[in-house]
Each structure stands twice: as structure tokens, then as C-alpha cells.
């Protein structure tokens, strides 16, 4: 039987190729602005920080539950992107907003039984200029370990997809080789094929991942 799976930020990069390689799945889509999913799916035009209710009401009205979340959604900030001691607190809050409290509120209102955090090595490394957004994937991280530790019959996973061709990447660094960046497709193949046959909770980098056929 096919999972419903519900992925936010799934109009561009990582999530759009996660949409794409589940397509076989019951896919429930959400992103900021309009977009196509794949046939059948449920394309949601949302913002996840305001419409987390609506969402997850939506998403179980077509679908009757929610198997799997992904928390794709996220945002740098202000760009080009401030050292933390000079940042905005304002913005800060507009940052942990989008990027903790949105999946957490998801995971609550989902109950999946698979519940997947992407997160950023800028969670466990400390890079000037990335502050902002490496505290709001630290943040992201302790969540995940402490709604793992709080319920060991469901999965809590970050997954650090590694540095991908993406418009944020290219947002986030400008000048940045792009040859030396990952396609979103071939992280997604692997995720994927991580995601439907062997999941487990904890912290996981996509690229010490065994490519696995679906």
C-alpha cells in the first residue's frame, strides 16, 4: 500500500525532486506559491509558519492520514545574509519561525508516523555569516532528538542533504562553484530510497547513504 506522504517547500529544489521520485506515492504538496505536483497528488498553496491546520486538514480530508512528513520548508533570512552579531532580532524570529516551530507544529498536528527534519551540517558547524540560519537548524536538530527520545514508536530523522544546486544555495552564496554542488535530483534518489525501505530516528548525511533501488 502506497504512504502518504506530505513534503512542504516541494515547488523547487529538494522537494520538487522528492516529489518526483515518489511519485508513486499518495503526495500531498505544499509550497509558498502555485505550482504542478505530479498526477494525483494534492498541491497545496500555503505558508507553513500561518496554515499548519489547514494543511494537515486538507491533507486528511483527501487522504485520511499522514504517514510520512517531510519538513523541507525553510528560509535564510535577510540575504546577502548578516553575521548573527549584527542581525535583526526581528528577522531572527521570522527565521526560527519558519524553520522550528512551523515543522514542529506539523509534526504534532500530522501524528506521522515518519517524521523528517531537513537540516544543514550549519546546524552542527559554526560558519560566519551563516548564524541565523545555523541556529534555527540547531535548533531544528535538538527538536528532532527530543521528539525521537519522547516517542520510540514513531521515527524523528534529520537528514543533512549536503550542499545542493539549489535557488537558495545560489541565494545563500552567490559565487559559489556550482559544479562543485550537488544535483537535488540525485540527493533526493537516495533519500528516497533511504526513506521507503529502512528509516530510523537520529541524524543521517545523505551523502553516507547507499544508493538503493526502489
Same mark, same amino acid.
Given at each position: ?30 509550497? $509558498? ?46 540575504? !546577502? %545574509? ?28 500530522? $501524528? ?6 531537513? #537540516? ?7 560558519? !560566519? ?8 537548524? +540547531? +535548533? ?23 550542499? %545542493?544546486?539549489?535557488? %537558495?544555495?545560489?541565494?545563500?552564496? !552567490? ?8 544535483? !537535488? ?15 530510523? #530516528?537520529?541524524?543521517?548525511?545523505? #551523502?553516507?547513504?547507499?544508493? #538503493?533501488?526502489?
Amino acid at each position: 500500500m502506497a504512504n502518504v506522504i506530505l513534503i512542504t517547500g516541494a515547488s523547487r529544489g529538494l522537494g520538487r525532486a522528492l516529489a518526483e521520485q515518489l511519485h508513486d506515492q499518495q503526495l500531498a504538496l505544499v509550497a $509558498r506559491h502555485p505550482f504542478e505536483g505530479p498526477a494525483g497528488s494534492l498541491v497545496l498553496t500555503a505558508d507553513v509558519g500561518l496554515e499548519a491546520e489547514r494543511i494537515v486538514q486538507e491533507t486528511l480530508r483527501r487522504f485520511g492520514r499522514i504517514d510520512i512528513l517531510i519538513n523541507n520548508a525553510s528560509t535564510l533570512g535577510a540575504t !546577502p %545574509m548578516p553575521e548573527l552579531q549584527n542581525a535583526d532580532w526581528r528577522d531572527v524570529a521570522q527565521v526560527v519561525h519558519t524553520n522550528v516551530l512551523a515543522p514542529l507544529h506539523l509534526a504534532q498536528l500530522s $501524528r506521522a508516523r515518519i517524521v523528517v527534519n531537513i #537540516s544543514s551540517d550549519a546546524g552542527v558547524e559554526a560558519y !560566519p555569516g551563516w548564524g541565523v540560519y545555523g541556529l534555527s537548524k +540547531a +535548533a531544528l536538530e535538538h527538536q528532532t532528538r527530543t521528539l525521537a527520545a519522547e516517542n520510540p514508536e514513531r521515527i524523528f530523522v534529520a537528514v543533512d542533504p549536503g550542499d %545542493m544546486n539549489t535557488q %537558495m544555495h545560489r541565494e545563500a552564496v !552567490p559565487d559559489a562553484d556550482l559544479e562543485q554542488l550537488q544535483d !537535488p535530483k540525485v540527493v533526493a534518489a537516495r533519500l528516497a530510497g533511504w526513506l521507503l525501505h529502512a528509516p530510523q #530516528s537520529g541524524r543521517i548525511r545523505v #551523502s553516507e547513504l547507499v544508493e #538503493s533501488a526502489r
